[in-house]
């Protein structure tokens, strides 16, 4: 993860669920008796001075801040519209309460109170600008009504309430100066939002706070609606999808092993995100998803884009020829790299790692090179179909086991595979069996498994045996995959090759990667699970046919850096609006002072 993605991760720290709207308007009703009592004294009526300074122009903002917000194509809901009342509500009553510490030290009557909720009024208009702006959509005029309810509601209740209290009417001078200074900070509300929009339309054409509202909506409520970012920011490209179909005697499918040439990314639940699961749903048999050769410059951008990778996966089975033998499984190292597999037919399958060693993505590039050293594009020879195990993490956190051209690790793996496919060939064949097996085992995606569980893939070939145990997670944290493999032997003795590897899911992520198969889950019962479901697919071996075939799908994918530009766009963006925030409730105060007393208002 680059450093600007971590910054953001970092930042989302802060984000927090909406409370209910009856409490944050309980919350109001409190502050707004507390402000009014300490400008004005603790009597009803700076307690009642208080209540229709502070509270009444909330209640107003929650009825009709929603509603008008989303007759111009808005999301706000009740409960956002309460919690930004409240923070309208404690600048209004910052100003109230302060006005008592300014007539303390230069003089001045209750006008005071009433001039510093004025000025409130003007800057929480902008307060309120931003925030619809970054959280409901980015047009201005459209959030300008919404955004306007609370502070016009204050400036009526300032000219309401001197009737039978201390608080003189405010001028017209006063309500002159109140205009100016909401339409100037208003301006200075459009500068931001120009500002904080041209590094992303300028690069890719997009609005920097369609993407600020897109985020926080995921966030809030895991909204898809980023997915109309991540196509804007994509690029179309064709992905080949390879499958090995396994069916029974009686041409039932009894699994298929669907591998794109795909990242199944970004984030949970948006564009391929929802990748394994998808493909899991779009079988007849027992479906395996595990990591292809690729890493996040080829996520799909939408759920059309997986829409489309499941649809080539369906035509790659109607296309296989089946065959009703295979090698004995075989196993190859060469730099660090281990890959084990078996051929089907003419069709090689094979699992990739670098564990112990870490083990992550492959650079789309290095797996079109193995591929092509697995037998890809050889007269005669089947469709590869070559799996990144993605199941090792550094134990120093260093290493992100990503595997990019050019480099010692793209080396030793191309030559694993060159190595693992002659001795394929030089393997031994026979009669086919297969058993499957699956487990959803009882954790949620909060442990780091996702919907998929655990699945395992269970092969002979004469007297030789092999496991193929996959996991929906997003890597495995050191040390267990050795004893989920240590598990799998001693439930299923006898087995020549026993390989664990995960989906590389991003339904346990939200936003981070880090959410690791063992990282918080109980060990022991994770191995009992993959254990059980490994000796229930030996339970179920028979005698089977397989083969592999290739589709290829149009998809719109994210591409290089993508993600990183974005989120080091937020990560400058946040700041500038928290600084716009800071720094615009610290102005309007000065420029406010100096022009009520410069006209003595």
């Known amino acids: 993860m680059s450093h600007a993605r971590q910054r953001l991760v970092d930042r989302t720290r802060f984000v927090f669920a909406v409370p209910a709207v009856e409490g944050t308007l309980l919350a109001t009703g409190g502050l707004a008796l507390l402000s009014g009592v300490l400008a004005l004294g603790p009597t009803p009526t700076g307690a009642g001075v208080g209540l229709a300074l502070v509270a009444a122009p909330a209640v107003v903002a929650v009825a009709l801040t929603g509603p008008l917000d989303r007759a111009r194509d808005g999301t706000f809901a009740a409960d956002r519209s309460g919690l930004l009342a409240l923070a309208t509500s404690a600048i209004v009553a910052t100003f109230v309460v302060a006005s008592a510490g300014a007539r303390a030290l230069v003089g001045g009557g209750p006008a005071v109170a009433a001039d510093a909720t004025l000025v409130a009024a003007a800057g929480t208009l902008a307060f309120r600008l931003l925030v619809l702006v970054a959280v409901s959509g ?45 339409a100037g900070y208003a301006g200075i509300v459009v500068g931001v939002v120009a500002l904080v929009d041209r590094p992303l ?12 509202h897109c985020f926080l909506e995921y966030l809030a409520d895991g909204a898809t609606e980023l997915e109309s970012v991540f196509e804007s920011l994509g690029d179309r490209d064709e992905v080949p999808v390879v499958v090995l179909a396994v069916r029974d005697r009686e041409e039932a499918e009894k699994a298929r092993v669907v591998v794109p040439l795909a990242h199944p990314g970004p984030l949970a639940g948006v564009g391929g995100g929802t990748l394994p699961y998808r493909l899991a749903e779009a079988g007849d048999g027992l479906v395996f998803a595990p990591h292809g050769l690729a890493g996040h410059a080829y996520d799909p951008a939408t759920a059309s884009d997986v829409d489309a990778v499941c649809a080539a996966a369906s035509a790659a089975v109607e296309a296989v020829t089946y065959h009703r033998t295979a090698t004995e499984p075989v196993e190859a190292r060469a730099g660090g790299a281990n890959v084990v597999g078996q051929q089907f037919g003419d069709g090689p399958f094979l699992v990739t790692t670098f564990a112990p060693e870490a083990t992550d993505d492959v650079a789309r590039a290095v797996g079109v090179d193995v591929l092509h050293a697995a037998g890809r594009g050889d007269v005669g020879a089947g469709e590869p179909v070559v799996t990144d195990a993605h199941n090792a993490r550094a134990s120093d956190g260093v290493d992100d086991g990503r595997t990019t051209p050019g480099t010692r690790r793209a080396e030793a793996l191309v030559g694993a595979v060159e190595r693992a496919r002659s001795s394929m060939e030089r393997a031994s064949t026979g009669p086919l069996r297969v058993g499957v097996a699956a487990d959803p085992t009882p954790f949620a995606v909060e442990d780091g498994v996702g919907p998929l569980g655990v699945r395992v893939l269970a092969t002979e070939v004469g007297d030789a045996r092999a496991a193929y145990v996959l996991v929906d997670g997003n890597n495995v944290v050191p040390d267990l995959r050795e004893r989920l493999r240590e598990a799998v032997h001693e439930a299923a003795p006898g087995l020549d090759v026993a390989s664990v590897a995960t989906t590389d899911s991003h339904a346990v992520n939200r936003l981070d990667a880090t959410n690791y198969v063992g990282r918080s889950l109980d060990w022991s019962t994770l191995a009992d699970c993959v254990a ?50 800071l720094g615009s409730s610290v102005l309007v105060t000065a420029v406010a002072v100096a022009l009520f007393w410069l006209v003595g208002a």
């Open 138 to 182: 980015p047009s201005l005029a459209a959030r300008l009504v919404p955004a306007a309810v609370q502070p016009v509601a204050t400036v009526v209740a300032v000219v309401l309430v001197p009737f039978g209290t201390p608080l003189p009417p405010p001028s017209g001078v006063a309500l002159g100066v109140t205009l100016l200074l909401a």
């Open 201 to 212: 339309d300028r690069e890719h054409g997009i609005s920097g706070f369609e993407f600020l």
């Open 532 to 581: 059980g479901t490994a000796a229930s697919a030996v339970a179920d071996l028979e005698p089977a046919e397989a083969g592999t075939a290739t589709a290829t799908a149009t998809v719109t994918v994210l591409g290089e850096g993508t993600v990183d530009d974005v989120a080091a766009f937020a990560d400058r963006v946040l700041p500038v609006c928290g600084a716009f925030v």
